[in-house]
């Protein structure tokens, strides 16, 4: 997982077959690769093909022959990516190893979306594309590694789509990205776009970045006007309502904030585990005005589970007259992994305590600090910037599966 481009030293190809062959050839000239097959028959024929350095394995079990092709190449895991068309196969990859995970097919769906792969594309004929053009690129190109000096977010970002079922509607979600909870562990340790996330619900640091990725990707949609799920008359804060100015401005579309309310409160999403409860406390309770009449409407929000509080008020819209409205979201929340135990910790030298994931005051750059970080005991030392710290992460294999930060709140 969490390859960053530029690091890759080589694929694993795990398919049933080998269709696309000159594609498959040029990339095997150009990068380290082992092929894992379902059927001897096939290999002996492709081993003609290919250059001599090429590793060809039938698939016996899944996991034992990725360690095989990877000790055949040499190479370490968190320098591998897995490459298939079969999404269970990477579902169960991801679950169990620390490679990274590239997917291919022409469509995703709404049952796949909470386990994404590192990378997605529609065609092989683009894997040489996504490794020559994203350089640095590490899971979200919109999290692209991001030194202590603040280095300015590629907005070239991988984004994925797929259509989302909500009471009879077909509702098309576009996502920048993957958002992991704190429980984890290892990914939430190195994932640059869920603690940006975290970080703007107390503060609007991010707002700049926000407003990147969402323009970027409206700009592409031709809408005719841009809102957010609204607050909750609680008096809850419109965390949205700037971005979605800055946005109606950048994308030339109207900002349809004020069409779009919440008309009573209702218990936090999070308290409920399915799209069926949570679409019951949200029914009813939004409306919209006729303002939205025949227009096709952006709905933004930052992280999207179940999907039923943006359901909700995608239907108002369309129920209100709204000729189409589309989600666009910063993330989508991933489902626990089931990860082995920790080898060794990631822990501070002066105190010896965890070392966090840690946003810089200015909101640019990341570090690792512990818990006591700011304390004057703590003031000379150095703290680990990010590559350094998930370096050492990826090397000392630390996988541990405890929560150590309530972030629940964000699931809504
Ligand atoms: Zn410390």
Same mark, same amino acid.
């Given at each position: ?11 694993? %190809? ?65 320098? @591998? ?42 065609? %092989? ?14 899971? +979200? %190109?919109? @999290? ?32 920048? $990205? ?33 407003? $990147? ?36 401005? +950048? ?32 029914? $009813? ?17 930052? %992280? ?96 541990? @599966? ?11």
């Amino acid at each position: 997982m969490f390859v960053e481009l530029n690091e890759l030293k080589g694929f694993i %190809v795990l398919l049933e077959h080998l269709e696309n062959l000159d594609e498959w050839i040029e990339i095997s000239n150009k990068f380290s690769c082992s092929f894992i097959l379902d059927s001897d028959k096939e290999i002996s024929t492709l081993k003609e093909l290919f250059n001599n350095d090429t590793f060809f394995l039938k698939k016996e079990t899944l996991l034992p022959s990725l360690d095989q092709a990877m000790s055949h190449m040499n190479i370490e895991p968190f320098e @591998t990516v897995v490459i298939s068309k079969n999404f269970e196969y990477l579902k169960t990859i991801q679950n169990h190893s620390r490679v990274g995970t590239l997917y291919i097919n022409s469509t995703l769906d709404q049952s796949q979306v909470g386990h994404m792969p590192d990378y997605y594309l529609k065609e %092989v004929k683009d894997i040489i594309r996504l490794v020559k053009e994203y350089p640095g690129y590490f899971a +979200e %190109v919109n @999290t692209t590694i991001i030194n202590q000096y603040g280095e300015s977010f590629s907005n070239n970002g991988i984004v994925f789509e797929y259509f989302m079922e909500y009471k009879g509607l077909k509702l098309k979600v576009i996502a920048g $990205g993957r958002y992991y909870s704190s429980r984890h562990y290892f990914k939430n340790r190195v994932h640059q776009l869920s603690h940006r996330i975290i970080r703007s619900k107390s503060n609007d640091s991010q707002m700049d970045l926000f407003n $990147g990725i969402f323009s970027s990707i409206i700009k592409s949609l031709n809408a005719d006007g841009v809102t957010r799920v609204p607050p909750r008359p609680n008096g809850e804060r419109d965390r949205f309502r700037q971005i979605v100015e800055l946005i109606s401005a +950048e994308t030339n579309t109207i900002n349809c904030c004020d069409h779009l309310k919440c008309i009573e409160d209702f218990p936090k999403q999070k308290t409920m585990t399915n799209q069926e409860s949570r679409s019951i406390n949200v029914e $009813g309770k939004f409306v919209s005005s006729p303002d939205c009449r025949g227009k096709k409407i952006v709905l933004i929000d930052d %992280v999207i589970t179940t999907g039923a509080t943006v359901g909700e008020c995608a239907k108002t819209l369309l129920a209100s007259g709204a000729n189409e409205v589309v989600i666009v979201v910063l993330a989508v929340n991933q489902y626990d992994p089931i990860f082995p135990v920790h080898e060794k910790k990631f822990t501070c030298s002066i105190c010896g305590e965890d070392l966090h994931l840690r946003l810089f005051k200015n909101g640019k750059g990341f570090m690792y600090g512990c818990n006591n970080y700011s304390r004057a005991d703590h003031n000379n030392s150095t703290p680990v910037f990010y590559k350094e710290g998930w370096e050492q992460i990826n090397s000392q294999n630390i996988l541990k @599966t405890d929560d150590f930060e309530d972030d629940e709140h964000l699931f809504f």
